[in-house]
């Protein structure tokens, strides 16, 4: 996407086309105004004036969407039930809800209670991510930022974008300004940050409920964002951490040991197969105390007519190549296991006591072979 100027006559112009278009009673998608700006009309200045405009308009936005809802459903699924090989998978969500009474009680009462509501929002990983509009999402390797739009408009979240190179910020920061423009963004809700992912922190924005802690030792982790040496680095607020296909598998690692230790969730754009030509693969280190939980792929090859074409990636496709990994913080399932076990006795949550009343069993064993933890902090 052309990074010019848009003080042109003639950009100007075709950005009339498109206020007025949007103006228009013609039905209108924000994500029909995306693909406008993106790519319909950066190739109509490319084809007007070739020599003026010599960058291609960007060629991945086919299958950006499908890639944004595929890793939306990362979050909005519990954890607990996307493995279907581990010794704790659910087959569904109702057969998690009949077998753990609690669970099927604090859904039923939480639009009655802000403290259930609070409790369902801090267990994604068994109620699946409600309410993401109320996260807060950081993007490293921000590049052109695409991703962070589509996912503002199918959620409202705030997110941080955050890269080392200048240019890739400024051209973020300059599409950012169009995207206000013309509504597809609520003005400050993303925010650009010129700096390496290495010397920031990402903690998460919202407090535990009960006595959960952020992280199970009894003294910080070596790697705890909290410790001396990382005094001076500036705090990201993260709910949910993003990273790019394009980082090394050396500042991935870093970033998920050290700087994102005590993020909840991290989503980590990864590659299979042929896509590996065009970036690094990582892997998750052995004792890490991430868990990787689940992944969306893009098919790279039709198998029997099943696949959509348009979905379909290849080393030469216009289609996004990534597939996406969610990797679980296991840091604290100790002290949330405890809490939900103990649950009943803390006052706010008294009003659960009578809707499991008669209950053979509270908790399937299932939910307690998911809380064991990978490693110690």
């Known amino acids: 996407v052309s990074t010019q100027s848009t003080g042109s006559s003639g950009i100007n112009a075709e950005y009339g086309n498109i206020a007025e278009k949007w103006k228009s009673p013609d039905p209108v998608t924000l994500i029909d105004l995306l693909e406008t700006i993106v790519v319909f009309l950066p190739r109509s200045l490319k084809q007007n004036d070739p020599e003026k405009y010599p960058e291609l308009p960007f060629p991945y936005f086919i299958n950006y969407i499908e890639l944004v809802k595929g890793e939306l459903l990362l979050l909005s699924t519990p954890a607990i039930l996307q493995n279907s090989a581990s ?21 039923k009462l939480s639009s009655e209670s802000a403290e259930v509501q609070r409790l369902i929002s801090c267990f994604p990983e068994l109620f699946g991510h409600r309410n993401m509009g109320d996260k807060i999402f950081t993007f490293v390797g921000a590049g052109f930022p695409i991703t962070s739009v589509i996912l ?7 997110i941080n974008l955050i890269d080392y190179d200048k240019d890739v910020v400024e051209t973020a920061v300059k599409f950012l300004e169009l995207t206000d423009k013309f509504g597809l963004t609520r003005p400050g809700s993303i925010k650009v940050i010129l700096a390496d992912a290495r010397d920031l922190i990402y903690l998460p924005s919202s407090k535990l409920p009960g006595e959960i802690k952020e992280h199970d030792g009894s003294n910080c982790s070596p790697h705890c964002p909290m410790n001396p040496e990382m005094n001076g680095k500036l705090i990201v607020p993260t709910d949910i951490l993003d990273l790019a296909s394009a980082l090394s598998a050396e500042t991935t690692s870093q970033v998920i040991k050290v700087n994102g230790s005590l993020v909840p969730i991290i989503r980590k754009r990864n590659v299979r197969g042929i896509s590996e030509l065009l970036y690094e693969r990582y892997d998750l280190a052995e004792g890490s105390n991430f868990r ?25 496709s216009t289609c996004n190549v990534n597939s996406c990994q969610l990797l679980l913080n296991t840091c604290n399932f100790t002290s ?42």
């Open 87 to 107: 010794k704790y998978h659910f087959t569904s969500f109702s057969d998690l809800m009949n077998n753990n009474p609690i669970l099927r009680a604090a859904l």
């Open 152 to 158: 503002h408009i199918e959620t409202g979240a705030s």
């Open 292 to 316: 990787l939980s689940g992944e969306v792929t893009p098919p790279q090859r039709v198998v029997s007519g099943a696949t959509p074409a348009h979905l379909v990636t290849g080393i030469n």
């Open 336 to 377: 949330k296991l405890d809490f939900l076990e103990n649950i009943l006795d803390y006052p706010e949550y008294k009003m659960l006591i009578e809707e499991v009343e008669g209950s053979v069993s509270l908790w399937d064993n299932r939910v307690k072979e998911f809380y064991k933890k990978n490693s110690f902090c």
